[in-house]
């Protein structure tokens, strides 16, 4: 995220609202692909074995398959037997970046190694290190991205079922979620000016920023749970990582996660059922006294695999976040007049994607977040609403049983951000005085071509 806000902050003056808002729409377009040749020379599996595409993840990538599915419950664990193989990878990630406002610029946008795969038949896991370029000189910051370390018992039964039991540790709550369905397991959130905490995309957003470990079971191949609990890293720490403080998510004591699905393998066609929770009492400042925050979602997916040949994946994610507030801020116009000591953010995703032979796409994404009204908060208009859409296509030549190659793989993808709506409006969103420059929401509008190779 501080890559992006700094890239366009070297473009033109504006106020921090638009430069954050620039930043979380960008952080959709991080490339956070997945599909990663360590995995495939481990397993010996092409990467479309896992992924419905050929280099998939990411917000414009397919998700995974029940195969792929599988493979991550496990521990990231499975192998072909055949000798050692270098947990690791590399991926390069150069882009053109054409916004409705400001220059567009073609650049290296990300360099990652990727630290993937076993240790043994009960350990194993993810670990990505990204240098994201900071637009000023070509400089670039590197960065701890996430961070997904399993300890796996297999091959369990209890009352005669198949069980699986693993101790996830992560630093992204929601991103070692098996179904592929929330929003920092497919980077797919809405970008708005105050998400939920499971949403990526929101302001002192929880990803990348705290560390947790989670107890997760799969009973029956169909019956998945997990609970655990997440603290945030000290600012020293996230600033040794990459990340700067300003994002910083707050101190968090008390706090609760859970994940339960029901996912259903029809071979030809998967579908799933999930909730999800997370709870917290926050200090933003880390100085300042505690707040009341929830987190409550569902989601809802479905595969149509077939053949392979056509693919078809639909999506669908609701969270809502109530908030006790600490304080009640007085307005600074209004004698008398205070914010209110409740409040609820509201995020959902829709998306499809559909995948012809795993080499060529389409993905199509609509993404609202809401929120209770508060004038107080939420200047000029008193509300944070947010409307968006991800339109992308793309094409992924390797990676496949019969690709020329299954050591490497390449991605190009041309993607358009599209906003109706931002900061409770569609025109001048950050209400400007008579006479001064506007901006409305087509304004943060863009459209990006990426090309990514990993091997």
């Not at 370029?133 to 297999?154: E, I, M, P, W």
């Not at 799969?218 to 000290?234: F, K, S, V």
């Not at 100085?287 to 479905?302: A, H």
Request: hydrophobic share 35%; net charge neutral; charged share 15%.
């Amino acid at each position: 995220m501080s890559f992006f806000l700094n890239r366009y902050a070297m473009r033109r003056p504006a106020s921090a609202h638009l430069w954050s808002a620039l930043a979380l729409l960008l952080l959709l377009a991080s490339g956070n692909a997945r599909a990663i040749p360590a995995y495939a020379r481990q397993t010996g599996n092409a990467c479309a074995d896992c992924h419905s595409g050929a280099y998939g993840g990411g917000a414009n990538g397919p998700a995974l398959t029940p195969y792929g599915l599988r493979f991550k419950l496990n521990g990231y664990t499975d192998t072909d037997g055949d000798g050692f193989k270098i947990p690791a990878a590399v991926q390069l990630i150069g882009s053109h970046a054409a916004p409705a406002q400001g220059k567009s610029t073609s650049e290296l946008t990300e360099a990652d190694l990727y630290l993937a795969g076993r240790v043994n038949d009960h350990v194993g896991g993810y670990v990505k290190i990204q240098a994201i370029n900071t637009g000023s000189n070509n400089t670039y910051n590197t960065q701890l991205s996430d961070v997904d370390l399993r300890f796996v018992a297999k091959d369990l039964k209890i009352g005669g079922r198949d069980t699986t039991i693993g101790v996830t540790v992560n630093n992204n709550p929601g991103f070692d979620d098996p179904v592929n369905a929330l929003p920092a397991s497919t980077q797919n959130g809405p970008p708005t000016v105050s998400g939920t905490l499971l949403n990526p995309s929101s302001a002192n957003t929880l990803a990348d920023r705290v560390i947790g470990a989670s107890v997760y079971a799969l009973y029956a191949n169909d019956w998945y749970g997990e609970i655990g609990t997440y603290n945030a890293l000290p600012t020293s720490t996230q600033d040794h990582l990459g990340r700067n403080v300003p994002g910083d998510p707050g101190k968090l004591s008390d706090t609760g996660y859970f994940r339960f699905a029901y996912m259903k393998d029809l071979k030809k066609q998967f579908y799933s059922i999930g909730v999800v929770g997370l709870t917290t009492k926050r200090q933003l400042p880390r100085n300042g006294p505690k707040e009341d925050v929830t987190d409550l979602g569902y989601d809802l997916t479905y595969q149509f695999l077939g053949t392979r040949k056509n693919i078809l994946q639909l999506s669908y994610t609701n969270i809502l976040e109530l908030r006790d507030y600490a304080t009640r801020p007085a307005s600074p116009v209004v004698a008398g007049l205070f914010a209110p000591a409740h409040g609820a953010v509201h995020d959902r995703t829709i998306s499809a994607t559909y995948t012809f032979k795993q080499s060529y796409g389409i993905v199509v994404s609509h993404l609202v977040s809401t929120g209770t009204r508060d004038d107080i908060r939420y200047v000029p208009y008193g509300e944070p609403n947010t409307t968006s859409n991800l339109f992308s296509v793309f094409w992924a030549p390797f990676g496949k049983d019969d690709s020329f190659t299954s050591l490497a793989n390449m991605k190009i993808a041309a993607t358009w951000f599209r906003f109706t709506k931002f900061n409770g409006s569609s025109m001048n969103i950050f209400g400007a005085p008579p006479g001064a420059p506007l901006t409305n929401a087509r304004d943060l509008n863009e459209f990006l071509i990426s090309a990514s190779v990993a091997f």
